[in-house]
C-alpha cells in the first residue's frame, strides 16, 4: 500500500522534491488538506496562514527550478509550536493573556528553518506558557491524541505531537522545560528530541523557565530529527547562554554503529511504571544486548529529589518570567483598574489560567523573604547533586536508556490533581536539571493500541551518538511506519 | 489533603501582583499545600559544602560588540500595545 503523502518523512519527501516528481505547492496543499479532513477532531492548532504557507511553498518551487535549492528541508512544511515566534504571525503561548499578539520577530529558530527553505506553517497547541504534561491548560481547549481522540496528546508541546501523528505537518518543533517535547512524542508515536542546553538559541522562545528551557524537533524517523536538529542548532549571539559548539553533520552520523555500553537507572524502573511501558522498553533493552552493547545497571541516588526540585526551580524562575506580562506594554490588558498597581493585578487575573496562576504564586513563595534558603537554594544545591549523579553514571555507559513516560496516554480530564499530573514527568525531568540531551523513539504499542516511547538519555553535546544509538534501534523495527486511523 | 500553614496566600499574591478570588484562593491553598507537603522532603537531603547549580553549563562574562544595530521600528515595537498615543504608551497615573 503506498504511504500517503502527508505520512511521508522528510528525507522521502525531500527525495520526490529533488526528482521534481513533487512540488512543494502540492505537498504543502496536499497537508492543507489533510488539515481540513482531521483537525475538527484532532484539535492541534491554534491558528494557521495557509495562504502565506503556499506562498512559500511557491517560492520554494522557485528556488528549485532556478537551480538554487538549499537542501532536504527546502520546500517542507514544519509546525511550530505557539510559543516561538514567527514575524507577522500570532503568537499566544495558548493564553488568553496574549490571545491577540502578533510576533514583530522571528525567533532563531525560525530564522534558521527559513534560512533552510522549510515551510513555517501553523502556530501549534500547547500548554498554557508550556505549563502542562497534558496540553489540557490551553486556553483554547485540548488537543486530543490522533490515537485515541479520547485521550491527551501528552504536553506540553501537545499540538505539536498530534498534528505529526495525524499527518498534518511533516515535522515540528516544540520546546522542553521538563520533558514538554519527550513525552508528547512518547504519547503520540512519534521521535522527540530535546537537545543539550544551549545547542539551540532560545532567542525568540516565550520564556518559562530560563535554565531549564530548550527548543527540539519532532520527527516521524530518527534521520528526520537529525536533519532538524542540524538547521537549527548552532550559536546565537542574541542568546548569551547559547554555546559555541562545533555542529556535527547528524544525519552523516547516524551511520556510526559501536558496541555501546548502555546504563538502566534502576530507579526509574520502580513503583507507578506501567506494566506494558516496562515491557516494551525491556524488549528494547534486549534488542541492544543482542546487537552487542553492552548492558550495565546504574544508580541516581537523587532521582527521588528531581521532581520536587524541579518544581521548585521551574516555578521560580516562570515567576519571574512572567512579571513582564503586566497590561502594560502588551499582552491582556484590565478595564476599569483604579491605579497601576490594580492594573497589574486584574490584567494578570484575567489574563493567566488556572495552572499558571498555581505556578506564579509556587515560585514566588519560594523566592520570597524567609523561604528563599530553605526552598530556592536548597533546590538549586540538590540539583547540583542530580547533575553529578548523570556524570558519574557516564564515566560508566555512554547513555542511559528508560522510559519516557511511566504510562501511555491518559483520558482527557483523567488527571485534574495538579500533583498527580506533576508525576507523569518522573523520568523526563532530571534531564532538564542536568541540561542534558535526550530523545524519545517509538518503542511499541500497548495492548490496547495506544504509542510507547523508549527514552535515551545521552552526555552533553553527544546528540550525534543519541539519533546514531536511536537510528539503530529504529531500523530494526517498524513501529514508526504506522499511522493512526482518523 | 493538607495545606500549607506558612503560605501565606494573600501575601504572595500581592507580591505576585495576581488578584484571587475565594474560590481561586481555596483551592490553591490545598492544592499548593499538597505540592508543598511533597516538596518538604528535600529537606532530609545532605547538602552541606554543595555548591548550588543556576546554569546546567555555566557561561560567564558573554560580551555583545559594542556596535549599534537596527532596532524594531516604533511602529512594530507599538503594534501590541494595549493602548497608544503619539508614539508612546498610555498607562494609568503613577504620580499626583
Known amino acids: 500500500m503506498a504511504v ?31 488539515k481540513s479532513a482531521v483537525e475538527g477532531r484532532v484539535k492541534a492548532f491554534n491558528s494557521s496562514d495557509d495562504a502565506d504557507a503556499l506562498a512559500q511553498a511557491a517560492a ?36 488568553k493573556m496574549l490571545a491577540n499578539f502578533v510576533s514583530p520577530y522571528d525567533a532563531t529558530v525560525t530564522v534558521n528553518l527559513k534560512r533552510a527553505g522549510a515551510v513555517v506553517w501553523g502556530r501549534l497547541n500547547c500548554d498554557e506558557f508550556a505549563m502542562g504534561s497534558s496540553t489540557e491548560n490551553s486556553a483554547f481547549g485540548p488537543t486530543a491524541n490522533p490515537w485515541d481522540l479520547t485521550r491527551v496528546p501528552g504536553g506540553s508541546s501537545g499540538g ?89 553533520d547528524y544525519r552523516a552520523g547516524l551511520k556510526q554503529r559501536r558496541p555501546w555500553r548502555l546504563g538502566i537507572p534502576k530507579e526509574y524502573f520502580g513503583a507507578g511504571l506501567d506494566p506494558a511501558v516496562g515491557a516494551a522498553v525491556e524488549k528494547a533493552i534486549a534488542f541492544y544486548k543482542s546487537q552487542g552493547c553492552e548492558i550495565k545497571e546504574v544508580s541516581l541516588p537523587h532521582t527521588q ?17 512572567l512579571a ?46 524567609g523561604y528563599y534558603d530553605a526552598y530556592y537554594l536548597r533546590a538549586q544545591k540538590v540539583r547540583t547533586l542530580i547533575r553529578q549523579d548523570f556524570l558519574n553514571a557516564y564515566r560508566e555507559v555512554d547513555a542511559l536508556l528508560t522510559p519516557t513516560s511511566p504510562m501511555p496516554a491518559f483520558k482527557l480530564g483523567e488527571k485534574s490533581d495538579p500533583l498527580a499530573l506533576y508525576l507523569c514527568d518522573i523520568y523526563t525531568i532530571g534531564v532538564n536539571l542536568a541540561g542534558l540531551p535526550a530523545l524519545s523513539v517509538p518503542c511499541g504499542f500497548t495492548p490496547g493500541g495506544l504509542p510507547i516511547g523508549l527514552q535515551l ?18 531500523q530494526a523495527h517498524d513501529w514508526h511506519t504506522r499511522h493512526p486511523q482518523l | 489533603m493538607s495545606s500549607a500553614p506558612d503560605l ?29 507537603h511533597h516538596i518538604e522532603q528535600l529537606a532530609k537531603v545532605d547538602v552541606t559544602g554543595i555548591e548550588p547549580t543556576a546554569h546546567a553549563f555555566p557561561v560567564v562574562n558573554v560580551w555583545a560588540d559594542d556596535v549599534a544595530r537596527p532596532g524594531l521600528p516604533v511602529e512594530a515595537a507599538l503594534r501590541n500595545a494595549p493602548a497608544q498615543r503619539d508614539h508612546m504608551i498610555v498607562v494609568p497615573k503613577v504620580v499626583e
Open chain 1, 324 to 369: 513582564r506580562f503586566d497590561g502594560i506594554r502588551y499582552g491582556h490588558r484590565a478595564k476599569g483598574a483604579k491605579d497601576v498597581v490594580d492594573l497589574y493585578a486584574q490584567s494578570r487575573a484575567e489574563g493567566f489560567g488556572a495552572e499558571v496562576k498555581r505556578r506564579i504564586i509556587l515560585g514566588t513563595y519560594v523566592l520570597s523573604s
Open chain 1, 457 to 474: 538519555i545521552g552526555q552533553p553535546f553527544r546528540e550525534a551518538d543519541l539519533l546514531a544509538m536511536a537510528h539503530t534501534y529504529e
Open chain 1, 160 to 248: 505539536s505531537a498530534a498534528a505529526l501523528a495525524a499527518g498534518e505537518v511533516i515535522a515540528a518543533l516544540g520546546s522542553d522545560t521538563g520533558g514538554s517535547i519527550r513525552q508528547p512524542a512518547a504519547l503520540c508515536g512519534v521521535v522527540g528530541l530535546k537537545p543539550t542546553y544551549g545547542l539551540v538559541s532560545r532567542y525568540g522562545l516565550v520564556a518559562f523557565a530560563s535554565s531549564l528551557d530548550q527548543i527540539g524537533p519532532f520527527a516521524r524517523t530518527v534521520e528526520d530529527a537529525a536533519l532538524m536538529l542540524g538547521a537549527i542548532a548552532g550559536h546565537d549571539p542574541l542568546d548569551s547562554t547559547s554555546f559555541k559548539a562545533e555542529i556535527p
Open chain 1, 4 to 34: 500517503d503523502l502527508f505520512f511521508k518523512s522528510i528525507a522521502e519527501l525531500a527525495a520526490l522534491l529533488e526528482a521534481k516528481t513533487l512540488s512543494s505547492t502540492e505537498l504543502t496543499s496536499a497537508l492543507i488538506a489533510r
Open chain 1, 60 to 95: 520554494s518551487d522557485a528556488r528549485r527550478a532556478a537551480g538554487q535549492a538549499r537542501g532536504p528541508l527546502d520546500g517542507i512544511p514544519v509546525g511550530l509550536k505557539d510559543v516561538i515566534s514567527v514575524s507577522g504571525q500570532p503568537l499566544t503561548a495558548s493564553s
Open chain 2, 8 to 36: 501565606d496566600l494573600d501575601h504572595v499574591a500581592k507580591l505576585a501582583r495576581l488578584a484571587l478570588t475565594p474560590a481561586e484562593k481555596a483551592s490553591f491553598s490545598q492544592q499548593l499545600g499538597d505540592v508543598l
Open chain 1, 305 to 321: 529529589y528531581c521532581l520536587d526540585t524541579y518544581y521548585i526551580i521551574a516555578t521560580a524562575e516562570a515567576s519571574s518570567n
